[in-house]
């Protein structure tokens, strides 16, 4: 059994059932460790979500580890080799619940922090740890609120990693330096409802409608960029009937998500969408979410202090990349400060028996330690 800080943490984690939106004592346990480190510990509750934004010095400038105590639902526990709310090593690895989105992120930033302050308590700058219990879940009482209050008290972030799961083989592979924007659109086809022998007396809202999702479909949206591929839209439900066979529906309801770039927004995607269900001459009505937007943060000292600690650690040249979904990185890039998401490998995020290599959370560890020296000691 591995007695590394970092496994030690991440098991008394992951043994915390913190499906979103709780915490289950997780933000705790770093207060406690975070005070002894001279942190300056605000809790902000906000409805049913926890979070925690702790600061260690008033001076910028202010780096910022970003994260999240919650976790998805594990499915049936009885598919797991192990029980998912009990950390489990084997092989060189870590089971559970956590161990890589991203717990696994808390846990080794956290060892991070108390090794580098332990070396260097006289550091430049400011240290702090952004923590939410709603990530996972709707995503409205977390990290986006408290930005909001930071941003009205003027307490700016200049450096931020996000310890989300970034790695694709090896950690430090990977470095997320932007994210797609998202964008769901809930749409109702409104049709007539009859008997199908009669089609002159009804109007059939799948038939008026496929044309235009076809169009949608085919459209390109626009060409990309040198950081994002181009926009990309995805038809995830389309339900219609009424389970009779001699029956037209009176309406059909479809659900849609556009992956965007930084050369649209939401409000060019929703005009150019209703314009191609116009044409058709759709009946129809929307419900837009706004999941987010697209975000870079261009090659500069973050990500050249990213890149060159994880070569010093790894001798890996990481690749920066855009793709994959969304993660709280969108509510703190808009402020101005640099972002990143760097994290273990993604392989088992979501699933059952996820875990993650001890290697690679020593390896981490290190990485972010680097980090942290080189942008707050000269």
């Known amino acids: ?26 933000q705790p346990l770093l207060i406690e460790r975070l005070e002894k480190l001279g942190f300056i510990c605000e809790i902000m509750h906000f409805e049913d979500t926890l979070n925690l934004w702790a600061r260690r010095g008033t001076q910028s400038p202010l780096f910022c580890f970003a994260g999240h105590t919650d976790v998805v639902p594990t499915g049936p526990e009885n598919l797991w080799k192990y029980p998912p709310f009990q950390a489990t090593e084997c ?33 430049q700058g400011s240290i702090a740890m952004l923590i939410t219990s709603d990530e996972e879940g709707p995503f409205i009482n977390g990290t986006t609120r408290v930005i909001d ?25 990977v470095i997320k330096n932007g994210r797609r924007g998202s964008l769901t659109a809930d749409v109702q086809i409104i049709g007539t409802q009859g008997h199908v022998a009669y089609p002159h007396l009804v109007k059939n809202p799948i038939h008026n409608c496929l044309l235009a999702f076809a169009e949608l479909s085919t459209e390109i949206w626009d060409s990309g960029n040198a950081y994002f591929p181009p926009t990309s839209f995805q038809i995830t439900q389309f339900n219609a009937g009424t389970g009779a066979s001699n029956m037209v529906p009176g309406d059909a309801h479809v659900q849609c998500n556009f992956r965007y770039s ?113 942008l707050l000691l000269c």
């Open 1 to 26: 059994m591995s007695n590394s800080p970092v496994v030690l943490l991440l098991k008394d984690l992951v043994n915390r059932r913190s499906i979103t939106p709780h915490d289950a004592g997780c």
């Open 91 to 123: 092989d060189g690895k870590l089971y559970g619940r956590g161990t890589a989105d991203m717990k696994g992120g808390i846990a080794t930033f956290m060892i991070a922090v108390e090794q580098f302050i332990q070396q260097h308590a006289d550091h």
């Open 149 to 173: 209050c930071l941003e009205k008290r003027n307490e700016k972030i200049d450096y931020c990693i996000v310890g989300e799961p970034s790695s694709t083989n090896q950690v430090g592979d």
């Open 262 to 374: 930084t050369q649209l927004n939401a409000e060019k995607i929703s005009s150019r969408m209703q314009s191609i269900l116009d044409k058709h001459h759709v009946s129809y009505k929307i419900k837009w979410t706004y999941n987010g937007s697209p975000f870079v943060t261009q090659p500069g000292k973050l990500t050249d202090a990213v890149r060159d600690a994880i070569f010093e650690i790894n001798a890996l040249k990481a690749e920066l990349s855009t793709s994959g979904g969304t993660s709280d990185a969108r509510f703190i890039a808009p402020t101005g400060a640099q972002v990143v998401e760097v994290g273990v490998c993604n392989a088992t995020i979501h699933k059952v028996d996820e875990h993650v290599h001890i290697e690679d959370l020593k390896q981490l560890t290190l990485i972010y330690q680097r980090v942290l020296e080189k």
